[in-house]
């Protein structure tokens, strides 16, 4: 079964630095994609960034990137110039083919960022 | 807005009680996925369905069943509640099962088992 874990329960930055959020993952599947939500207060799921793991280029939005090592399962997040705005829960999510070609995420427990004024 | 729509936004009910929460997935969008978020919990998958059909599994409770309607919108219903039922419940919906898009998610139905 796969699994994704974050080891970092809470994080802070301050603001106009860089943070790196880390996320580790296991499976045997060669298919699959690699997301980061975030949860701000107002609850809402907002998709920051994907990765699909075929591609050996690193994801990139704006302010937020990845650091995609497939070998290593590890999938991590860095946001750069932090923003109070950035201020939420963080959410890796891993999708690979499920039974029946169903698609379903596996999340991890998620990383609390603190942005500091 | 993210097109996708749940309610109610809260909901407040006693133990052993039945809770019913609709999902209306974003237009076009063919799957719905129901997903519960407990305090200081990832997201746990619940279920899927495709297009009126049951797709997929998860960690749902015998107590806990789901339902997809022709007009594709989506109810969970939630028997003989006990407090550890207390959570966030996410639908998520997207276009297909095999789409290569993420999903969009609704915001959520707070519910809180007294």
């Known amino acids: 079964a796969q699994t994704v874990t974050q080891s970092q329960p809470e994080m802070s930055v301050q603001e106009a630095e860089t943070v790196t959020l880390s996320c580790t993952y296991d499976?045997?599947?060669?298919?699959?994609?690699l997301f980061w939500y975030k949860q701000p207060p107002s609850r809402q799921m907002i998709l920051v960034i994907r990765q699909e793991a075929y591609k050996q280029q690193n994801a990139t939005e704006n302010r937020f990137s990845v650091n995609f090592q497939k070998a290593a399962k590890s999938f991590s997040l860095k946001i750069s110039d932090s923003q109070l705005g950035d201020a939420a829960m963080y959410f890796c999510a891993y999708r690979g083919r499920g039974v029946s070609g169903t698609y379903k995420y596996i999340f991890g427990t998620g990383t609390r960022l603190k942005v500091l004024a | 807005d993210s097109g996708v729509t749940q309610t109610p936004k809260h909901l407040i009910t006693a133990t052993g009680q039945r809770v019913t929460l609709r999902c209306s997935p974003r237009?076009?969008?063919?799957?719905v996925y129901w997903y519960q978020q407990s305090l200081d919990q990832g997201l746990q998958f619940l279920i899927q369905y495709y297009n009126g059909e049951e797709r997929a599994k998860g960690n749902i409770l015998e107590r806990f069943s789901a339902q997809q309607f022709p007009d594709l919108h989506s109810e969970l219903n939630l028997s003989s509640l006990e407090l550890g039922d207390s959570a966030l419940y996410f639908c998520?919906?997207?276009?297909?099962?095999?789409?290569?898009?993420?999903?969009?998610f609704g915001s959520g139905t707070r519910l809180t088992v007294v």
């Open positions: 499976t045997s599947e060669s298919d699959y994609y």
């Open positions: 998520a919906s997207s276009v297909a099962p095999q789409t290569l898009w993420s999903y969009t």
């Open positions: 237009s076009g969008d063919l799957s």
